[in-house]
């Protein structure tokens, strides 16, 4: 194998490689922006309760919440985002939910940082990967020889 072929199969690896980081920053964003939209404008809007607050020693917290769907079901779910940054949680508190209408217990908090600003970002990153590797300037053949 000569070097051209060589950088030719460098150059390949590069761009896949490239791709991929940026489809793996990309789905799970999109994905995650994908849900927040849909629960926030076809979903239910309810307030939850704090019913146990966080056991992490971080700053912060993800609290145990309990809410009520529209059928009078109470039901309980660990928040996966920080409701609280720099303080934790107060038992008895009310933090926004946001639950299906179909299922009950697909809920999350509502939080456009975490889901609305955080997913930008990273889908925004992993684009710049995708374009970036699907358009690298290859060097002249002249700037290689020198």
Known sequence: ????????????????????????????AANQLYRYCKLQFLGIHAMGTVIHSSSSRDWGGRPLIQYEDQNGSLYEFKSKVKTHWFT??????????????????????D??????????????????CCLRSIWI???VEDEIEA
């Not at 008895?92 to 217990?105: H, M, P, Q, T, W």
């Not at 609305?116 to 990273?122: A, E, R, T």
Request: aromatic share 10%; hydrophobic share 50%.
């Open 1 to 28: 194998m000569n070097h051209r072929q060589g950088s030719i199969t460098g150059e390949l690896f590069t761009r896949i490689l490239i791709l991929v980081l940026g489809l793996i920053m990309l789905i799970p």
């Open 88 to 109: 934790r949680p107060v038992k008895g508190e009310k933090i926004e939910v946001l639950f299906d209408r179909a299922d009950s217990s697909r809920v999350i908090v």
């Open 137 to 139: 300037r290859r060097p």
């Open 111 to 128: 939080s456009i940082f975490y889901y609305v600003i955080v997913s930008l970002i990273f889908m925004t990153a992993g684009c710049y």
